[in-house]
């Protein structure tokens, strides 16, 4: 089209781009909605695992692209993979997972190398016999978690009677807090010589509202009688209950099935600063070295599974140590100052005692190698 001489084209309109589908998965325990309260307390736990479980360092021999992803997912994922183990049994984790295609708009935008699969996406073990039977596609890698080996049971199985105590303990408390009814009763003060002494209505429903008001946000209330009441005093026997001495039993129960030391949580009263580093290194060398040593297993198994679909992967090796966690280096430190004492005491016997030279020599060799 021209005009005036000059040649006007129209422009194309341009089109907003399709916005992307992201995708966050989450995991919820099939379970988890019967327990009202302990799920609290069971996701406290199993934080104070991967919590210490993030600070252990993962290595690979041959670092690759893949063998970080590995690495990356399992440190990124502890929480979920702990509550997968304790209330499953079981993971299926899936590797290599294709880029979504871009003008598929059905398909999220953001599906990560390495995932979990969960729900709808993959079958659960079937149980038969004393063998576990899945179907699984290619690329995808089943993991057992040791109690659901050894016995074809999650952990939370043998935990669900103390669950479902802890849940009617602290609903107990509850119902007791928020129905424990009337705090007292005022009436008009009993007085012979004043005739028709008594509150109506309008006056106990001002009063009423005052004190709600002003004192108690809840339901426990005051409650106002119209005239002079006899007043029996109702006593629950809180102290026959010992509800805090149950919860405390099923408290120990659970840390002691999941391996956490009772010095490290507030609630028990021999949780005291100067037990807290010698319970630390406890946990380190027994729970969390466990753990460490089951994700180890994992990332292994996940490597070797995709090095068959991927014939250029080379043979690796993988390792985990504690060498960044504070406690173990506390640890480490005294360890060295007692090698070295003993180091200067083998030298003076090198020194003094010939015929005991090489006995000397050959402690202080093992001790260098220590250190």
Not at 92 to 104: F, L, M, Q, S, V
Not at 336 to 358: G, K, T
Request: proline residues 6%; glycine residues 4%; contains cysteine.
């Amino acid at each position: 089209m021209e005009l005036l001489g000059f040649e006007i084209k129209r422009k194309k309109k341009l089109r907003p781009a399709k916005p992307r589908r992201y995708v966050e998965p989450f995991y919820m325990p099939r379970d988890e909605r019967l327990h009202q309260f302990s799920n609290s307390e069971i996701l406290d736990a199993l934080r104070m695992i991967s919590d210490r479980l993030t600070a252990v360092r993962f290595t690979a021999k041959v670092r690759l692209i893949f063998t970080d992803q590995l690495i990356e997912f399992i440190q990124s994922h502890t929480l979920e993979l702990l509550r997968r183990l304790f209330y499953e049994g079981y993971v299926i984790i899936e590797t290599g997972a294709p880029a979504p295609p871009p003008d598929n708009e059905g398909m999220p935008a953001n599906i990560p190398p390495v995932r979990f699969v969960t729900g709808h996406e993959g079958q659960s073990p079937m149980r038969v016999s004393d063998t576990f039977t899945v179907d699984l596609p290619e690329g995808q890698t089943l993991m057992l978690s040791t109690c659901m080996q050894s016995t074809g049971h999650p952990d939370a199985y043998f935990l669900r009677d103390k669950l479902e105590f802890l849940d009617t303990i602290n609903a107990s408390d509850l119902n007791l807090i928020k129905n424990y009814g009337a705090l007292g009763i005022i009436s008009p003060e009993a007085d012979s010589s004043v005739a028709g002494n008594f509150f109506d209505d309008e006056d106990i429903k001002t009063m009423q509202e005052n004190y709600r008001r002003m004192y108690s946000p809840s339901r426990w209330s005051m409650f106002f009688a119209p005239r002079p009441t006899r007043f029996s005093a109702i006593t629950l026997p809180i102290d026959a209950l010992k509800l805090s001495e149950k919860r405390l039993y099923c408290l120990q129960a659970i840390y002691t099935a999941l391996g956490i030391p009772k010095e490290l949580s507030t609630y028990f009263e021999n949780a005291k600063y100067e037990n807290r580093n010698a319970a630390e290194l406890d946990f380190y060398n027994s729970t969390i070295r466990t753990h460490a040593g089951f994700c180890l297993k994992i990332i292994k198994k996940l490597y070797e599974s995709e090095r068959r679909r991927r014939a250029y992967l080379p043979r690796n090796e993988f390792w985990f140590d504690f060498a960044d966690i504070p406690a173990f280096a506390e640890k480490r430190r005294e360890l060295v100052a007692a090698d070295m004492e003993l180091y200067r005491f083998w030298q003076e016997v090198a020194a003094s005692s010939p015929e005991d030279s090489e006995t000397a020599r050959i402690r202080m060799k093992e001790l260098i190698e220590n250190l």
